[in-house]
């Protein structure tokens, strides 16, 4: 597997060149800045001239009411891009927050958007992360209409696919540096609620929580349990195989931040 994070992130969607790899690695690898946590990568209403891409860390797409309750609307974790059509943009409708320490490569708009009419497999992979995009987001929509236990379920199915097949799974333990708060504003529930639905997975069997160590007994029963269905995810068929959820076994996920009450 390719050591460049956004490699392994398009090798996922479409077959590349060695030529189309090494774009990627050179833009990628300039211009990469450390992020603290909590701190806003792009505010509401700005107008970057720079594309940012996740290197290492976790962030969120957000926005906040005039209420000032904020909804989580993605988690951005390492190859994502915060926002690839910025450039058509008049301003950003909505922030994007490191949730965790994090590097960000900033790309020239103006350089990609060159290398994409220079490159059309570069720019078919480019466009089917988008695509795939706009999929996670319309299931997060569906997630609002499921029982709470169900989309939490789904978020957790999503989020251990999504990282094995960027390989950032350490053996099968994922770490989920995710707090009760931020779940509850991805799944539209308080805090009390997002605590009490984690609590009733692992009444049911389906989750495991000792010593901050979250463990899925069996994958399949919480696939389930959230009714959690891969195919919106269009990863490549060739990597199917390899990359398709255990239909039993465990894996597991330091969170120490979800033990609390």
């Not at 590349?16 to 090494?22: A, D, F, G």
């Not at 490191?98 to 994409?116: F, G, M």
């Not at 609002?144 to 950032?168: D, N, P, T, V």
Request: include cysteine; charged fraction near 30%; glycine fraction near 6%.
């Amino acid at each position: 597997m390719d050591q460049n994070i956004l490699v392994r992130k398009l090798e996922g969607y479409a077959p590349l060149k060695e030529r189309s790899k090494q774009i990627l690695r050179d833009l990628s690898e300039r211009q990469v800045s450390l992020v603290d946590a909590g701190s806003v990568i792009i505010e509401d209403g700005d107008k970057p001239d720079d594309i940012c891409l996740i290197v290492e860390g976790w962030a969120a797409r957000y926005k906040v009411s005039h209420e000032g309750g904020r909804r989580i609307m993605a988690f951005l974790l390492p190859g994502d891009f915060c926002e690839l059509e910025i450039a058509v943009l008049e301003q950003m409708d909505h922030a994007i927050m490191a949730l965790t320490p994090c590097k960000v490569a900033r790309l020239d708009s103006e350089a990609v958007k060159r290398i994409l009419a220079e490159d059309p497999a570069l720019a078919d992979a480019l466009r089917w992360m988008t695509l795939v995009e706009g999929a996670i987001l319309r299931q997060w929509v569906v997630n609002g209409r499921r029982q709470a236990s169900a989309a939490f379920a789904h978020l957790l199915c999503e989020l251990y696919i999504r990282m094995k097949s960027i390989g950032l799974l350490d053996g099968d333990r994922l770490l989920l540096p995710l707090t009760q708060e931020e779940l509850a504003d991805a799944l539209g529930l308080s805090t009390v609620h997002t605590n009490r639905t984690l609590q009733r997975l692992r009444e049911r069997g389906l989750i495991e929580l000792e010593g901050g160590i979250l463990a899925i007994p069996d994958f399949a029963a919480l696939a389930d349990a959230g009714g959690f269905d891969d195919n919106y995810l269009h990863r490549r068929s060739s990597r199917a195989d390899s990359l398709s959820r255990p239909r039993s076994g465990r894996w597991s996920a330091p969170i120490d931040s979800l033990s609390s009450a």
